[in-house]
């Protein structure tokens, strides 16, 4: 089932035991327990990471960019998500991040938050043009996309058409860097630094671009221990940075990771921000059932609080989102991008999806509708026959995708050891 | 409706005033039409019919029951409830005209939008109420997807 998969998230068959931890999990229902491992469903599966979270045994891993993968590229460039800014406690400031990021290998790091200050500038503009449909989602959170592509397909076209930062940055920077630094562009790596692993999806299959502008994504807990140990013997460094700072950092794009902080800089429009997989999916049903209409952008993140709870961070989320807020203030309210380059960017289409996302293919219990009828009638009587009382053991996650597999023949009734044990008592 | 054994039934009880529950039904509606194969257009119309209708129910009535019916041509939504009815039906279809409470409107509710929005997503609407007994609303959405009101 796993053979050519584009996902993230993946299973070590060795380490997993079968336990039923990661089946409940899962929000899309997209794990099965077969003959004792877990598998995952490919065509469910949104890589939001909730799965990864809970398993005691460390049996799932994401499939990230590897630091050693870059020595492909003569010239290494670092874009790492403003969540890293949040790491290292309260006394590292951004700068010395950038800059042991520069020690560790990479050639270049560019900070992130004037673009996600740029983002939301164009935003503004996009909502000032388009009047409907309302809301627009913000298409920042991959698994938000893809979550859309798979739960909500009619909401694909409320998705609002421009590339999250990563993206836009990535793109301004292949554009000017091979000229600017003398190399070929082949040879120069883009790497995105992030607090999940669902950004390597949308990179190796991009929903709304013909090809990612990224080359890869490091994850901050792999580069953790690297960032660390360079900013340990570093306190002359340390003190250039506070000293001669060299990036100007934006106030408007450094609380980006937070829940709110995308919608925080937009003037004129009402927003509504939701983070963590379940409250995005009732708002979500919610917006399909018509609702929200008074909302102009609805910004939703799968990880709880945001990026900031993004499942491959290392710091604990409430500090880390305690210092970013520290920084926001710090950088404070003024714009560092000026809106005349913004808005010639965005008139070009420089920072629009190539196409919309579409949605994915739906999977109903049958192709014929009088077939499909049938089988969800034979559903209904197989719950009857249910205990109901969700326990896993079969290898579903619940009695009601235990019938659904079953009529849809990937298994058996048999398979419950309630219904089981009572034939074998007879 | 064809024979019954080529339709897929199933009730689901709606109580008055349960603002928690408010769309759940709507929601598990709306999974179940994906899931027989639904288009995703015809899907969103009746999820919008279904919202609207189960919060009426919980706005107004005591206790109601919605049943679902699915052929492969029709859905039928089916809405009884035990409430004050509705006095005068074609006011009430009229955009904007609510009786919602304050308190109702605080949360969102009660724009005065919900019997026509009902009837902009369906192919059918029947209205039968009584005053102090309660509502019966039929809704018909034809999932060929050619609207004929």
Request: charged residues 25%; proline residues 6%; neutral net charge.
């Amino acid at each position: 089932m796993n053979t050519k998969s584009s996902h993230s998230i993946h299973i070590t068959r060795d380490k997993c035991i079968g336990c039923v931890h990661c089946l409940a999990a899962c929000p899309t229902r997209a794990i099965r327990v077969k003959e004792g491992k877990a598998t995952i469903i490919d065509e469910l599966c949104i890589d939001c990471g909730e799965c990864l979270r809970v398993c005691p045994y460390e049996a799932i891993h994401s499939h990230t960019t590897s630091f050693a993968a870059l020595d492909a590229f003569a010239y290494k460039v670092a874009i790492p998500s403003t969540v890293i800014y949040g790491q290292f406690g309260a006394s590292v400031l951004p700068n010395e991040i950038l800059s042991a990021l520069r020690r560790i290998g990479f050639d270049e790091v560019y900070d992130l938050s004037s673009i996600c200050e740029l983002n939301c500038a164009a935003t503004e503009e996009y909502l000032n043009e388009h009047a409907r449909p309302r809301p627009f989602i913000s298409s920042t959170c991959p698994v938000v996309v893809r979550l859309i592509q798979r739960r909500y397909p009619s909401l694909c076209g409320q998705i609002l058409p421009i590339e999250p930062p990563r993206e836009i940055a990535a793109k301004i920077l292949r554009s000017i860097l091979p000229k600017a630094v003398g190399v070929p562009a082949g040879k120069i790596g883009i790497i995105h630094i992030t607090p999940c692993s669902a950004k390597m999806v949308s990179i190796n299959s991009p929903a709304t671009l013909n090809k990612s502008y990224l080359d890869g994504a490091i994850s901050i807990r792999d580069i953790y221990p690297q960032i660390l140990a360079s900013l340990r013997k570093s306190e002359e460094d340390a003190l250039m940075r506070h000293l001669f700072p060299e990036t100007l950092f934006s106030g408007i794009g450094m609380g980006w990771s937070l829940s709110g902080g995308e919608t925080r800089g937009l003037k004129s429009h009402r927003a509504v921000a939701v983070s963590g997989i379940q409250d995005t999916m009732r708002v979500l049903d919610q917006v399909e059932a018509g609702l929200l209409q008074d909302v102009d952008l609805l910004e939703c993140a799968v990880c709880p609080d945001g990026c900031v709870g993004g499942p491959l961070e290392v710091e604990n989320r409430f500090l880390a989102k305690g210092r970013i807020l520290e920084l926001v203030a710090a950088a404070g309210e003024h714009a560092v991008v000026d809106i005349r380059d913004v808005s010639r960017l965005y008139h070009k289409n420089f920072l629009s999806f190539d196409h919309p996302a579409s949605p994915a293919e739906s999977h109903p219990l049958d192709g014929d509708p009088a077939r499909a009828i049938r089988k969800a009638k034979r559903r209904e009587k197989l719950m009857a026959l249910l205990p109901g009382k969700d326990c896993g053991v079969c290898g579903a996650p619940d009695c009601r995708t235990l019938a659904d597999d079953i009529v849809r023949g990937f298994a058996r009734l048999e398979d419950c050891p309630f219904v089981k044990g009572k034939k074998e008592k007879r | 409706m064809p024979a019954a054994e080529a339709v897929f039934r199933q009730e689901f009880p709606v109580k008055g005033g349960d603002f928690a529950k408010a769309g759940v039904v709507a929601c598990k509606i709306k999974e179940l039409l994906k899931e027989l194969g639904l288009d995703a257009a015809i899907v969103r119309r009746a999820a919008i019919a279904a919202y609207e209708a189960e919060m009426n129910v919980i706005m107004y009535a005591r206790e109601g029951r919605m049943d679902l019916a699915v052929s492969p041509e029709e859905v039928h939504i089916t809405v009884d409830d035990r409430g004050p009815g509705i006095a005068d039906v074609e006011l009430a279809m009229t955009e904007g005209y609510s009786t919602a409470t304050p308190e109702m409107r605080e949360l969102g509710f009660g724009a005065g939008m919900g019997l026509p929005n009902i009837k902009r997503n369906s192919d059918v609407l029947h209205i039968d109420s009584r005053t102090g007994k309660g509502t019966r609303l039929k809704i018909i959405i034809r999932t060929d997807g050619h609207r004929t009101t």
